[in-house]
Each structure stands twice: as structure tokens, then as C-alpha cells.
């Protein structure tokens, strides 16, 4: 077994490192605060080849593999998870359907904006009623003739309401059944098509610099062409996207708990009370410890998950593991590292704050953390 990154990991890790610390970093806390979306960031790290890593460089990817694209999210997220979440979204939920289930002709039509950030693509699952329950979606499309006309809403869509919006996936029920059984069938919704409003979400808790939208469609009329794979393989198609969505949400969960441990180990050692860093306290000294320990148990499971999809094998049962865990050790060593900076740890200017509010969508979004545990139990017989 070796736990050795190639050294084109490690290069890709020092230079995404980098250009997080030293171009997000500083513009994290102002767009923060005025839940605004970087359109220029958003780019930079199109140029930099942060879209498209697992695709094929045919369609303008750059082919690295999904261990280095879970070394990139982890990255950004060490220092901001809004902007982990475009890169996250962008490339799992967005360019992920259309890699693996679109045509030649919709993949060489949309990929190559899409890897190189000149684009982004949204992914419409979640309702106002069906969240958990994905198969409860109430958006349909109607046949006629050769044309489908879409009627219905989407929430908290990432990516769907922002100058660079190309298009969104979307799952609408296209037949029903004497039984009452649904079928669902994908569509790549175009952002200027005619019917189609889409309505930015504002007084977030976390993510307050990631574009998030409502979507509603009014007999929005679509081509055969813009069907996704099959009619009827919808269902399919959404959860096997969630299947790699998973293992970015657990990258954002460890890169997020890595930046909030470093944040506290730096601030330890500076704080002085009783004539002494604080570090030098043991109950300040095992908080770390246990951070630290977290941190690595979470990388190990995550990068073996990420291992095992490179080799073709079964991932998804610790897919739904490195989310679960990831996104729990997160929360601990978010909330910890506040206890640690005590008040200071409560104040915006200190990005530990900003890490315990963002740290909460982890246990919510691509399956809650009760979800995880349904699907783990499956895995295991029970």
C-alpha cells in the first residue's frame, strides 16, 4: 500500500494552496459579507484547471483523475467553502452529468466552456418538496410532437443564477404509470431559454459568496436534443452523479476542518493567559490532538474512496462514509476552534467564525447525514 501522492499531485496541491491563500483568501471575508459571487475568481481558477479535472482533454479537461480534483476542492475549501463549492458544484454537479451521460454532440457543445470556467452548469434536483425525498419532484415535461414543454420550480441550485450560467440539468417526471410509478428524465435546461426564471438566494447562513437560485419554469419548450441520455434514465443519472457529489462534499468537509485546525494550532501558540500560550494548557493541547487525529482518519478514507473509483472498483458505500465522516469531523473541529479563539472566535473578522457557519450545509446538502447512514446500513445488510 502506498500513501504517497505522485509528484503531479503534490505540485498540484502546492499551486492550488497558493493561489487560494494568496487570491481568495484575502477577497473571502468581503464577498462574505456582501454575498457576492466572483465572477473573476470564478475564472482564475477556470484558468488555472480547477473545471474538468476527470474529463478527457477531447472536450478541454485536463484528464488528472479524482484524487487530484479532491486535492484541489480540499484546497480551496482550507481557505474559503464558497468558492470550494463552485469548484465542487461546477465539476461533480455540473460537468459530471453531462460527461457521463450526455451525447457527443451535447458534450462537445458544452465542455469545453464548462472545464475551462468560461462556464458554469447548475444541477436541478431539490424542490421546495422533494429534498431528502428526490423522488417526490413535481416538475414535469409534456411530449408533444417532437418538442418538450417543462413546467415546475427548482431550489437551492448551485451555479444556476450567475453571469456565467450555461445551462442546468434538470429532472422532470415524464410519464406516470396506472400504478402511480414515476419516470423521470433529465434535460439540459439552457440559462437564457424562454419560460425560464431563475431567482438568486440571499440571507444565507454559509456559502453567502456561491451563487444559490431558485429556478421556475413556464412551459419552457425544449428539443429532443436536449434530453439527457435516455428518456426514463433520470432517476439514474441523478444518483450516480451524487455518488461523486458525495466525495466532494467530503473534500470540502476535510479541507474545512484542516483550514479551522491551523486557524486554532497558530492561534494557540500566540495566546498567552496565565503567563503561558494556551497551547501549553491540556485541555487546549487534547483539543488539538483530537482535531489532528480526526483530520487524518478523514483524509485516509476519503483519499482510499477517491482510490477505488480511479480503479474501477466499488466506491459508493464509502463515498457515503467519507461524506458522512468528513462533514461530522468538520463540525467538530469548526465548533472546537471557536472555543478555542473563546470571543474572538465569535467575531467576523476572524475566519474561524465564517468556517463554523459554513461547516453546517455539509450535513445538509447531496444527502443529509441522516440520509448517509440509510444508505450505509443498506450497504452493510441491514
Known sequence: MNFELTEEQRILRDTVREFAQNEIAPKAQELDEKEQFSVELTQKMGELGLFGMFVPEAYGGTDMGYISYIIAVEEIARVDGSHAATVAAGNSLGIGPIHYFGSEAQKERYLPDLCEGKALAGFGLTEPDAGSDAGGSKTNAVLNGDRWTLNGSKIFITNS???????????????????????????????????LIAKEMHGKLMWRSSNTAELFFDDVELNGDQVLGKRGEGFHQMLKTLDGGRLSIAAMGLGGAQGAYEKALAYAKERHQFGRPICKNQVIAFKLADMA????????????????????????????MSKLYCSEVFKFVATEAVQIFGGYGLMKEYDV????????????GEGTSEVQRIVISRYIGC
Open 161 to 195: 443564477a450567475n453571469p456565467l450560467t450555461s445551462v442546468t440539468t434538470v429532472q422532470a417526471v415524464t410519464a406516470k404509470n396506472e400504478k402511480g410509478k414515476k419516470e423521470y428524465t433529465c434535460f439540459l435546461v439552457p440559462a437564457d431559454a424562454k419560460g
Open 293 to 320: 487525529t480526526q483530520i487524518e482518519a478523514a483524509r485516509n478514507m476519503l483519499y482510499k474512496a477517491c482510490w477505488q473509483r480511479e480503479q474501477g472498483k466499488p466506491f459508493q458505500k464509502l463515498a457515503a
Open 353 to 364: 467564525e465564517r468556517f463554523f457557519r459554513d461547516q453546517k450545509l455539509l450535513e445538509i
